[in-house]
Nanobody, 122 residues
Framework: QVQLVESGGGLVQAGGSLRLSCAAS????????MGWYRQADGNQRELVAT???????NYADSVKGRFTISRDNAKNTVYLQMNSLKPEDTTVYYC????????????????WGQGTQVTVSS
């Protein structure tokens, strides 16, 4: 199995910054895409940012210019630098990875973290 563990969430004032981290562990052969999604109670889970293994990024329009996604392939870790935070950014953020497990070579599967809370006060 593959596990994703997020960290770095918390409470900040509007205009402040946070840096989220997500480390993948387990029997991993390779990870292709990684990303961050967010979901408030009663709402759909929405894309925040994604990044390919080669470093190509994609952002939601609502976070362009404020958030930056990056990854360290040697550490199987993805990051989300969040600047100029707004109260509207308040919700639970989930880490995502598409990976091939060592025991099932040739099979790609989707994996999700447990989520980390981000709260931005006005």
């Amino acid at each position: 199995q593959v596990q994703l563990v997020e960290s770095g969430g918390g409470l900040v004032q509007a205009g402040g910054s946070l840096r989220l981290s997500c480390a993948a562990s387990g029997s991993i052969f390779i990870i292709s895409n990684m990303g961050w999604y967010r979901q408030a109670d009663g709402n759909q889970r929405e894309l925040v940012a994604t990044i390919t293994r080669g470093g190509t990024t994609n952002y939601a329009d609502s976070v362009k210019g404020r958030f930056t996604i990056s990854r360290d392939n040697a550490k199987n870790t993805v990051y989300l630098q969040m600047n100029s935070l707004k109260p509207e950014d308040t919700t639970v953020y989930y880490c995502y990875a598409r990976a091939m497990q060592g025991q099932t070579l040739g099979v790609m599967s989707d994996y999700w973290g447990q989520g980390t809370q981000v709260t931005v006060s006005s």
